[in-house]
């Protein structure tokens, strides 16, 4: 406000003397002046406490959101337990079975060695389930739902995903925090929230796999690590953040049951020879330019791995999967209607033009200011915005080629997009390349950090709020009778040792409701559960029905389950259904579309002459050569 004051009076045309004297009207408002800078601790006080409590409010209220949409779509509270559970899919259904065999077992203790000892999900096969799930997030969340009493007021699946919505609006705080932090006003933190909220409705669904967090880590380390290429950022405290890294993938190698991944993570390589260089005095900020980069492309020559990928089944398989495909057009078509991608494309230019003039400055030997004020135009020059700038930028090359990291790359977007439109800086840098003349700049910065963030929330309520309510007002139907018969059935019928084998993905579901034991399970950190997906999706290709019954016998199997979806299915990307990657990895076709052979598909075959009506087929394997 100072700064605004003294603005408006120099446009004015001159500073206004007030004469002295307890009599005096300019007496007064000195003293108006002196008790306003004598509070500002208050001041302080009073915009921490505001901005901190429309953060928690913002995080809690999307927690609602979320709990609400997930109410209006399942119709959760009215079901009964089989069908809330039919809810949980693929991964997720083995997550939460696990939950719940710890809440059953006769104590905490017993429950973890059962997990750690676990023989009664997959058929010949004992795993750690702890390990090769990282079932830390299950095991707080049952130590909580027991420890806090909450067995006489809420049950389990309420808890439990009452800490998945929870989790979110913590997330959304955060979002909140950072963009505050940047810009300095929590106005910035509302039109993230805002933003968030428009464009990411269906994101409660994705779950982000914890055992993989390391390489998100990996895009922050070649972050960091940019950063303190070009002098930009204090290299010691940048190194303070590589010795948490170390100490992180140390406590997670030790808590994850010595997870050998850890130890080949692209991090621990990065972070490593980064240290190590740092021991050798391999300074990159020394030398002539050319120097610094014949050093850092050594660097990245040494950290560079290479990778043969062997296309198997299993490998196009999963290179076919949704997430792993580019972005759609109506991904960028939604965040364009709702104004975030245009205002972030001129953050980002802005930003990364700055950026770009401060690391010339650097190579040229210019050193960096110690504090940048508002007057000099320099966003550039603060570190944290020349990190989320190469972060952004990382995250987004990434979210172009595989559509899952959109669900990372979004928040960022809505972060750096409201931070630029609420910072005076961004602006100021603005008006210094423009050399705008005709308005004083830091008055127009000024204005305009408070204006455009102001229309942009008030044509976002006026636009999408209404959209947003009827939304939560509309009851969804999602029902599967199907998958409830199948369940109702296997409960009812199947013998207690019975082994069912079927999709990954539909297994999962079964541990889930029934608790009977299966062949595979949809996970893909295993390699001997790769090839057990991979031999029980042999079902759907076109081998002899001999050979499929001695791959479903070699695992025990008692029931077949077969799936419409998958015997009839069409591919949204031409050659990724599973029976055209069979054909492939089999030799039946070869990769130009020629047939090499005409066999018919036995499953096709069993659930033309199945006697059940709906999208899945259950046979018993026992009776095939009885």
């Known amino acids: 406000m100072k700064l605004v004051r003294r603005v408006i009076t120099l446009q004015c045309g001159a500073w206004v003397l007030y004469p002295k004297g307890p009599r005096g009207r300019g007496s007064n408002q000195e003293r108006k002046l ?4 004598n509070n500002p601790v208050l001041t302080r006080f009073a915009k921490l406490f505001f901005g901190c ?10 927690a609602v959101y979320l709990s609400t949409y997930h109410e209006r779509k399942f119709w959760f509270s009215s079901r009964q337990e089989l069908e809330r559970e039919i809810t949980f899919q693929g991964d997720s259904a083995i997550y939460y079975s696990f939950y719940k065999e710890l809440l059953k077992a006769p104590s905490f203790e017993r429950g973890v060695y059962e997990l750690t000892h676990n023989n009664k999900t997959v058929s010949l096969k004992t795993i750690n389930a702890v390990q090769q799930m990282t079932l830390y997030p299950e095991l707080i969340a049952s130590v909580l739902y027991q420890a806090s009493g909450s067995e006489e007021v809420i049950e389990p699946v309420y808890f439990y995903i009452g800490i998945v919505f929870g989790l979110q609006g913590i997330y959304v705080t955060a979002l909140f925090v950072t963009s505050w932090v940047m810009s300095g006003t929590w106005l910035a933190g509302m039109l993230t929230v805002a933003w968030f909220i428009i464009n990411s409705a269906s994101t409660y669904t994705f779950m982000m796999m914890w055992e993989y967090s390391h390489y998100l880590l990996f895009v922050q380390a070649v972050s960091l690590f940019l950063l303190d290429s070009f002098a930009l950022a204090q290299s010691e405290k940048v190194h303070e953040v590589y010795k948490i890294y170390m ?8 808590l994850q049951f010595e997870n050998s991944a850890l130890l080949v993570s692209p991090l621990l390589s990065l972070v490593a020879a980064l240290m190590l260089s740092k021991y050798l005095q391999m300074n990159v900020k020394k030398g002539t330019f050319m120097s610094r980069l014949l050093k850092i492309m050594y660097i990245y020559l040494v950290l560079t791995v290479t990778l043969t990928l062997n296309l198997n089944f299993t490998m196009n398989w ?6 792993l495909q580019a972005p759609s057009q109506d991904f960028f078509l939604r965040l364009t209607q709702s104004s975030l991608l245009p205002f972030y494309i001129l953050v980002l230019i802005i930003c990364l033009f700055s950026v770009t003039q401060v690391v010339f400055r650097r190579i040229c030997g210019e050193p960096l200011k110690e504090t940048v004020k508002l007057e000099d135009g320099r966003i550039g020059e603060r570190p944290e915005i020349v990190y989320h700038v190469i972060h952004t930028i990382l995250l987004g090359s990434l979210a172009m080629c595989l559509e899952g990291m959109k669900y990372l790359w979004t928040p960022y977007v809505c972060m750096l997009a409201a931070f630029g439109v609420c910072s005076p800086e961004l602006w100021m840098t603005l008006f210094k390349w423009l050399r705008l003349r005709a308005v004083h700049p830091i008055l127009l910065a000024l204005i305009l950090s408070m204006a455009v963030p102001t229309i942009i929330g008030f044509s976002l309520w006026k636009e999408f709020f209404p959209r947003i309510m009827t939304e939560l007002s509309e009851l969804q ?6 998958t409830v018969e199948l369940m109702t059935w296997i409960k009812r019928q199947a013998p207690v040792a019975a082994v069912f084998a079927g999709s990954p993905q539909l297994m999962g579901v079964i541990k889930l409701c029934t608790g009977w034991m299966v062949s595979s399970l949809p996970l893909y950190n295993d390699d001997d559960l790769l090839k057990r997906n991979e031999n029980i999706y042999q079902i759907y290709s076109k081998r002899s029905a001999e050979d499929i019954y001695k791959i479903l016998t070699s695992y025990k199997a008692n029931f077949l389950i077969i799936e419409d979806s998958i015997c009839n299915e069409v591919g949204p990307v031409r050659g990724c259904r599973v029976k055209d990657l069979l054909d492939i990895a089999n030799g039946h076709v070869s990769r130009s579309g020629s047939k090499l052979t005409y066999n018919h598909r036995l499953a096709s075959l069993l659930f033309f002459f199945s006697p059940w009506t709906g999208n899945v087929s259950i046979f018993d394997i026992t009776t095939w050569y009885s």
């Open 318 to 323: 999963l290179l076919c999967q949704e997430a």
């Open 34 to 37: 002196r008790q306003r800078n």
């Open 477 to 482: 139907e999602f029902y599967d009778p199907d």
């Open 247 to 254: 100490f992180s993938l140390f406590l997670g190698y030790l």
């Open 53 to 62: 409590l429309a953060a928690v409010t913002s995080g809690m209220m999307y």
